[in-house]
């Protein structure tokens, strides 16, 4: 078995950082939790980082290329370019639900570092002006509504991803949106959003 370059093995320790993270909790993310899970001595962790930070730093740079790996569409209908990436991000949310646990847990920003919690509120951010960007565009076309307040149909296309991600409350869960396909939720959603007009 060949060993592993130093940037493999950082890339390999953020993405364990970052599950430990979100599926844990932000205190469990000790060097000793982390060297059990990638399988290396703790004293080992620290050939690679020089301190937690650096750690923290290389999750955040795992979450972002999970998130913004494919780069957004360049279609000129903006409500496809929201399309792709409802559906690229779903597909992400399920595939990884620490990631999901992560974006839709304030809880875990405020019990974080700040660094964290700055890192995480500048992806949102990212993430909810792409949004909003696509939904005032489809305004002005005229492909949805615009005596709707964007930032109530901001709300409705992140609740959507939240819910149909696995983030639903349980006694909502029952109706099964989870068990969606990312394609059945955008048609509902678009639906949604053009019968808006």
């Not at 390999?12 to 059990?36: D, N, P």
């Not at 930070?53 to 999750?59: G, M, P, Q, R, S």
């Not at 305004?139 to 991803?161: C, R």
């Amino acid at each position: 078995m060949s060993r592993r370059s130093k940037e493999e093995r950082q890339q390999e320790i953020g993405q364990v950082a970052l599950r430990i993270i979100g599926m844990q909790g932000f205190h469990k993310l000790t060097t000793s939790t982390l060297s059990q899970e990638v399988g290396l001595a703790e004293g080992t962790i620290f050939r690679h980082f020089q301190n937690k930070d650096e750690i923290i730093l290389a999750a955040v740079q795992e979450l972002e290329k999970l998130l913004f790996q494919e780069a957004s569409s360049e279609d000129p209908n903006p409500l496809r370019r929201l399309r792709d990436f409802v559906l690229f991000r779903l597909q992400v949310l399920r595939e990884h639900p620490e990631v999901r646990d992560i974006l839709f847990n304030e809880l875990l920003g405020r019990t974080s570092t700040e660094e964290w919690g700055q890192h995480i509120s500048s992806i949102l951010k990212r993430s909810l002006d792409f949004v909003k960007a696509c939904l005032e565009e489809a305004q002005e076309k005229g492909i949805v509504a615009s005596d709707v307040p964007t930032a109530m149909l901001v709300w409705i296309v992140t609740g959507v991803m939240k819910g149909a991600s696995g983030g639903a409350p349980h006694h909502l869960e029952k109706e099964g949106m989870s068990r969606m396909t990312p394609k059945q939720v955008w048609t509902t959603l678009e639906l949604l959003l053009r019968r808006t007009l």
